[in-house]
């Protein structure tokens, strides 16, 4: 009875004194966007190790992963966050892609099936974030369903969004051309990989936390 | 043979938004185009990626899925959105078009401000794609 009490009042000291000033900051977007590669570099930055493991081939990352407490110091500010990984919100998953790739049928077999649900987890998870990065791969097309999708359900919950051109390291990227599909949005070119414009993406962070505050406050 | 099946938005108007989903996977796992009226809503359409990954096996692979939304010339988009949101206050999202179709079938849908593009599978030569073309 007095573990049970102790607990208890161990929970409610801890929700009291929580830092609500704390936000949970996803990186969501298609597979193979560099969320992973994304997150192992703030990682790195910021607490020394990486979060997760990246591959060619799509859907390496398929459960949610969380990092807490990451803190970024920037002119003398600082910014406490949790960072989301998310596995990549597709629309089709087919195992037989993944045997191409070089996988036996039955690991490839699983790998889809994991990765199904990794991105019902995704969709899921998109209530309890408070702002999000989205992720999207520069050398690709944007005019995706699930690019529109993912935009659209941010802005239908009111969830501040950063949008990110990742890879701009290669020659097939194009700025212009995720610009041009999302208009109503800055986007913000960075090189996950080789962390060219990940500095100002930091910047941009603080920006999207104080609109995230502005929305829990509401 | 392709099938192509035009759902008017006045079939799904009254539907609740499982509904909705529930109906348009049943016509996509049936090997049927849906060109739909409208446009879903964005929770609808995560909903859709959402179910449809619970329906994925080894002959179900998923769908493609894309809008086709009207250009409003610059000089009219005031206007135009303004027509546009107080239409769809009124009568819901009934502008423009929605195609979804099964992965097995519709390789992929291309889209840029212009044009859509739907690449298809040829079932007489499997390795080969066709495509075609619709311009907005």
């Not at chain 1, 913000?188 to 502005?214: M, N, Q, T, W």
């Not at chain 2, 529930?22 to 359409?45: A, F, H, S, W, Y």
Request: proline fraction near 4%; hydrophobic fraction near 40%.
């Amino acid at each position: 009875m007095i573990g049970f009490f102790k607990r208890f009042l161990g929970l409610f000291l801890k929700d009291l004194f929580k830092d609500k000033r704390q936000v949970k900051l996803g990186l969501y977007g298609p597979p193979n966007g560099g969320k992973t590669t994304l997150a192992n570099k703030v990682c790195k930055d910021w607490l020394g190790e990486e979060m997760g493991r990246t591959s060619k081939i799509a859907h390496e990352t398929r459960e949610i992963q969380v990092k807490e407490q990451i803190t970024i110091k920037r002119d003398g500010k600082e910014l406490t966050f949790s960072l989301v990984d998310t596995p990549g919100i597709a629309t089709k998953i087919d195992y037989e892609e993944f045997i191409k790739a070089g996988m036996k049928e039955e690991d490839a077999k699983s790998r889809a099936k994991e990765a199904t649900k990794g991105v019902i987890d995704a969709i899921k998870w998109l209530d309890d974030m408070d702002a999000v990065i989205i992720v999207l791969d520069g050398t690709k097309d944007p005019y995706t369903q699930v690019n529109i999708t993912i935009v659209g359900n941010l802005e239908a919950r009111k969830i501040p969004l950063l949008l990110v051109a990742n890879k701009m390291d290669l020659k097939k990227a194009d700025i212009k051309h995720v610009q041009a599909a999302f208009p109503q949005f800055e986007v913000l070119g960075i090189s996950a990989k080789s962390g060219d414009g990940v500095d100002e993406l930091y910047a941009k962070l603080f920006e999207l936390r104080a609109k995230a505050l502005k929305r829990k406050k509401r | 043979m392709l099938t192509l099946q035009y759902i008017p938005y006045i079939d799904i108007e009254l539907l609740q938004s499982p509904q909705r989903v529930e109906k348009l996977l049943r016509i996509v796992k049936e090997e049927k185009i849906i060109l739909l009226e409208g446009r879903l809503r964005p929770t609808e359409e995560a909903e859709l990626i959402r179910r449809t990954m619970e329906e994925i096996d080894d002959s179900f692979k998923g769908i493609e899925i894309s809008p086709l939304n009207i250009k409003v010339p610059e000089d009219q988009a005031f206007f135009r959105k303004l027509h546009g949101a107080l239409l769809n206050f009124l009568l819901g999202n009934r502008r423009g078009l929605t195609i979804i179709g099964p992965a097995s079938i519709v390789k992929e849908i291309k889209q840029d401000p212009d044009k859509i593009q739907l690449l298809t599978e040829d079932s007489s030569k499997p390795k080969r794609s066709s495509k075609s073309a619709v311009k907005k």
